[in-house]
């Protein structure tokens, strides 16, 4: 049977020949591969021969600066010894192995140089094991460099370092190099990498276009560079090329590049004549031309011998070749002696690529010669071998598919790409054509643009005006209005007015309350234009919301005789966000509108209804109604009406406008519909931005009764016997006034004489100058905005020294804007308060402030007395610390710049557990890193509380805060919020440090 296959075998050539192209194109990979590894040397054509012995000497002489000069010499002198006519391919490794083992011990940051290196040894070793070992080398020391032209180089050269056949598990490896320059604008770069391509994908048959047009479009970059690599790269391509005709049958294109290629033999390193000639054995093999393969095999045979390459991957092949030939010829047994020569070479540099086809001929060959014993044991070397590449070949099949699609992608890419050029050309002359009509256009629209350009700044210019008057107007109105409010609450307050003075002052008061509003409605409005005003939604249940807000005005409308009625036919508990604030805006403008125009006897309705996904509030009354004329324009700012019969009524056109632009602004709607001599109606629809959840508590809980917590006991130290001294003292406390409105200072210091002393200053610088002069202040209390030092200069300088830090700083100011708050806040300030304001608030919160200073100054000066082991009893009894005349003897202690940072740190670390209800001052002490007796001192030295009354100032400041911006709607909300249970005793004890209810700020 094998004597027949012999028969058939030999009898038909094309059949010989398909044979041929089967078995060899594993050989040409193999040398396609190998001139790809070489392609990347990275050194030129040497001229002249190094002088090893003249760097040597060089580098003993400065052996730290030398290195890396020396070991590019060794590197050229392996060049010089690649070339003809002086090739010895022991010296180029010799040389090779020198450069690396001297770079290898350098200690110095040269990655990129060591890199190099590497490359050019595994270029041009013929070791494949060394070749593997440079590579790796190779890769580990360009991932410590930046470039990614070089870890290009590595990867590739990586995928390429195979002497056996096409492998697809190096996609991923292809890949990753590619990604690495492919973005690259370098036009040697891109050469490169399209080079690079067309090697890769021209050994897999379904790739055959795609990488023939890589590299003819590498070729036609470097058929016009005439640089040493450049020639080499060339080479490359002429081989490749080759390679892929002589595969696709056509014997004519792939002569014409053979013969390409031996006409750059004599510019090329040596092994390139050995490359070119193992390549002339196996085309005129393929093509049946026996004699010419017969005399290039021979050549490289005499090539081999004469530079020493028989244990190499070139005599391998060499060798193989000439026994084919002779097989081929029917000399059997010299086809034997070289197939054996074959694979005694592979067992020496361990390369078994082509085993299975050396036994299969040897097998043929003793079944020829009529040795079957023989033959059949070489038939089962070829069937183990064979084993082996077939579970190659099933692995490449797997990734077959996946280059397949990765090629369709690329050629896709390519056509893309081009469409797109295509495109880019046409919108070229497109924009080309529009720019010239552009251009005729331009110098006409030129004079329009200047004017228009003019009038936006002249614009601009008029609305910072504008917003800046605004502000100051705002300034301006709310400090005749503390004026105003102030003394009028105090006076209310004395009960010593009759009844008709009484409500004469009421009177005034409640008028001056209305000028504050609209200055707010002012403000709101200049803040609207400027796309400064902010929503501040939070969850409210609506009902308690809106039901507070008509409740306020049952009162004045029963005294006009109206019927006022309140429908709520939504959900009993629903839950939304919103803008509790700008809301009640809106619905008061829309009831006091109402109540204003409805007569007596007549009917105000309020209906809350759900629609689809709005809430549906609406406000109607049975007054005199709008003008159809006017009815359009009555959301216009500052609109009046227009009819001559009108009523002369007064109103600024403000509130109606407000309210529109409020609604939008919550993203609802107001809307109008009036009947002249009827009545009106107001619908505002608010989207519903529904929460889930249990209810909040509804607003009016303060009088409920929970169980009383120990954290705000003052069993620690009862400050009755220090008040009592207080107010014993002769040598009352100096507050330093710091006001630029003369009437404003005198009133501020008419309400505190008669409890403090009083010393007054202008403006902040000079607060400051009265401070350096050594002036025995408490307290300051400052206004914000004053010339030449404002509060926020005067209160940043103070907190920076630690002479001054530690004094009580008041801002009290009529800038309500909560940024506003928030900076001083920052800067440190200890309390803040906005005009108008009350007299007991004022009083109060300056108290509370100076009696924290005083428990400090008194423990400071206890515990220095008795010492730090008594510091826990030394409050109980301070009477120790009198004079004969019974004044308390403390002298002020200071604290520094870092002691306050110390309690800003403890600040911050109580109110990240506020809400817990369990937080006591064991885990404060814990979360500072202190005793419970260590943060008790280190508070009263610095604080004056003891940690109790500090956490009690923490939580009642911060549901200060939650009130003033509308965080919680309920007096019980504020309270939980902060850690608390109990109502009832959290408004008193809110009274008594801020002197007012918390139910004030709802």
Same mark, same amino acid.
């Given at each position: 049977m094998l004597k027949k296959r012999l028969i058939i075998f030999y009898s038909n050539s094309r059949f010989r020949a398909s044979i041929f192209s089967r078995i060899f194109i594993p050989f040409i990979t193999i040398y396609g591969a190998i001139c790809s590894i070489q392609s990347q040397s990275l050194s030129s054509l040497p001229l002249v021969k190094p002088d090893a012995v003249a760097a040597e000497q060089a580098y003993k002489l400065s052996p730290q600066n030398s290195i890396v000069p020396l070991s590019q010499v060794y590197q050229d002198l392996a060049n010089w010894f690649r070339y003809e006519p002086q090739y010895n391919q022991d010296s180029v490794e010799f040389y090779v192995e020198k450069s690396v083992t001297l770079l290898e011990s350098s200690s110095g940051s040269i990655n990129e140089v060591i890199t190099e290196t590497y490359l050019r040894a595994a270029s041009w070793t013929l070791q494949p094991k060394k070749k593997l070992l440079f590579l790796e080398k190779a890769q580990i020391s360009s991932e410590k460099t930046g470039n990614n032209l070089l870890k290009y180089r590595v990867l590739f050269n990586k995928v390429n370092n195979s002497w056996a056949e096409y492998n697809t598990s190096f996609l991923a490896v292809f890949n990753q190099a590619n990604a690495l320059i492919e973005n690259e604008t370098d036009p040697s770069v891109q050469a490169e990498l399209t080079l690079g391509i067309g090697i890769y994908y021209n050994r897999n048959a379904n790739a055959r276009q795609f990488a023939l047009s890589r590299l003819f479009k590498s070729l036609d970059y470097y058929k016009q560079k005439t640089d040493a690599e450049s020639l080499k790269s060339l080479s490359l391509i002429y081989h490749h090329l080759h390679n892929r005709y002589f595969v696709d049958g056509q014997a004519d294109s792939a002569e014409f590049y053979l013969r390409k290629t031996e006409e750059l033999l004599p510019q090329l390193p040596a092994l390139a004549r050995v490359r070119y000639e193992s390549l002339c054995v196996t085309f005129y093999k393929g093509i049946n031309k026996l004699d010419q393969a017969l005399i290039h095999s021979e050549r490289t045979l005499a090539l081999i011998e004469q530079y020493h390459l028989v244990n190499t991957p070139h005599g391998l092949h060499a060798v193989f070749n000439a026994g084919h030939i002779k097989h081929i010829n029917g000399d059997y047994d010299k086809a034997i002696e070289y197939y054996k020569q074959t694979l005694a070479i592979g067992d020496k540099i361990d390369m078994h690529s082509i085993d299975i086809d050396i036994w299969d001929y040897l097998a043929k060959v003793y079944e020829k010669k009529g040795d079957f014993d023989k033959a059949l044991e070489a038939y089962k070397e070829h069937m183990a071998a064979r084993s082996i590449r077939l579970d190659l070949n099933y692995h490449n099949a797997t990734k077959e598919l996946e280059i397949k699609y990765d090629v369709s992608a690329k050629e896709q890419a390519i056509a893309k790409q081009q469409a797109e050029r295509r495109l880019l050309w046409l919108a070229i002359g497109f924009f080309i054509l529009l720019s010239v009509i552009l251009v005729i256009f331009y110098f006409r629209e030129r004079r329009n643009k200047s004017i228009i350009e003019a009038q936006s700044a002249h614009l601009q210019q008029l609305d910072a005006l504008k917003t800046r008057f605004f502000a100051n107007v705002s300034h301006e109105l709310r400090t005749p209005l503390t004026l105003m409010l102030a003394p009028l609450s105090t006076i209310l307050k004395s009960g010593t007015l009759d009844n008709r003075n009484f409500t004469l002052v009421r009177l005034v008061r409640q008028n001056a309350q209305n000028l504050l509003k609209l200055v707010n409605e002012i403000l709101d409005l200049n803040k609207l234009e400027a796309n400064k005003l902010e929503l501040k939604e939070d969850k409210h249940v609506v009902y308690g919301l809106i039901r507070r807000i008509v409740a306020n005005f049952e009162s004045s409308a029963e005294m006009q005789n109206l019927r006022f009625t309140f429908h709520y036919k939504a959900d009993q508990y629903l839950q939304l966000m919103l803008d509790s604030d700008k809301l009640e805006k809106i619905l008061n403008n829309l009831l006091s509108n109402a109540v204003k125009?409805?007569?007596?006897?007549?009917?105000?309705?309020?209906?809350?209804?759900?629609?689809?996904?709005?809430?549906?509030?609406?406000?109607?009354?049975?007054?005199?109604?709008?003008?159809?004329?006017?009815?359009?324009?009555?959301?216009?700012?500052?609109?009046?009406? #227009?009819?001559?019969? &009108?009523?002369?009524? %007064? *109103? $600024?056109?403000?509130?109606? /406008?407000? #309210?529109?632009?409020? &609604?939008?602004?919550? %993203? *609802? $709607?107001?809307?109008?519909? /009036?009947?002249?001599?009827?009545?009106?109606?107001?619908?505002?629809?608010?989207?519903?931005?529904?929460?889930?959840?249990?209810?909040?508590?509804?607003?009016?809980?303060?009088?409920?009764?929970?169980?009383?917590?120990?954290?705000?006991?003052?069993?620690?130290?009862?400050p009755s016997v220090l008040t009592a001294q207080m107010s014993n003292n002769s040598h009352r406390k100096t507050i330093l006034i710091v006001e630029d409105n003369k009437s404003l200072r005198e009133y501020l210091t008419l309400i505190l004489e008669p409890h403090y002393q009083i010393k007054k200053a202008e403006n902040g610088q000079i607060a400051l100058d009265l401070l350096n002069k050594k002036a025995d202040i408490d307290l300051i209390l400052s206004d914000v905005m004053m010339p030449v030092m404002d509060g926020f200069q005067l209160l940043s300088s103070l907190k920076t020294q630690d002479t001054f830090c530690s004094i009580p700083f008041v801002m009290l100011t009529a800038r309500a804007e909560m940024q506003d708050k928030l900076k001083a806040l920052r800067i440190g300030v200890d309390d803040y308060l906005i005009k108008p304001f009350e007299e007991d608030e004022l009083i109060a919160r300056i108290e509370n402030l100076l009696r924290n200073v005083q428990f400090r100054h008194v423990f400071t000066k206890n515990e220095e007395v008795l010492g730090s082991e008594h510091a826990n009893e030394v409050i109980a009894d301070d009477k120790n610390d009198t004079n004969t005349e019974g004044e308390v003897l403390i002298e002020k202690p200071k604290i520094s710049v870092i002691e306050m940072a110390w309690l800003a740190e403890l600040e911050v670390s109580v109110m990240k557990n506020l809400h817990d209800i369990d937080y006591s001052v064991e885990r404060m002490a814990s979360d500072m890193a202190l005793s419970r007796t260590q943060l008790f001192r280190k508070l009263k030295q610095l604080a004056g509380l003891s940690p109790q009354q500090y956490l009690q100032e923490v939580r009642l400041n911060h549901a200060l805060h939650l009130l003033e911006t509308q965080q919680v709607d309920s007096v019980k909300a504020a309270c939980y919020a902060v850690g608390l249970l109990q109502v009832k005793h959290f408004s008193q004890l809110f009274q008594e440090r801020f002197g007012k209810l918390p139910s004030t700020y709802l």
């Open positions: 125009f409805t007569p007596t006897n007549g009917n105000i309705t309020v209906n809350v209804e759900e629609e689809n996904n709005y809430l549906k509030i609406t406000v109607s009354d049975t007054g005199r109604g709008i003008h159809p004329d006017d009815l359009p324009h009555i959301f216009n700012r500052f609109y009046q009406s #227009s009819q001559t019969d &009108a009523l002369i009524e %007064g *109103g $600024t056109g403000i509130g109606l /406008s407000l #309210s529109s632009e409020l &609604a939008k602004l919550m %993203g *609802g $709607t107001l809307t109008a519909q /009036s009947t002249l001599g009827k009545g009106s109606v107001f619908v505002f629809n608010l989207p519903k931005k529904e929460i889930l959840g249990t209810a909040k508590i509804a607003e009016g809980a303060e009088d409920q009764v929970v169980e009383v917590l120990d954290d705000f006991s003052t069993d620690e130290m009862s």
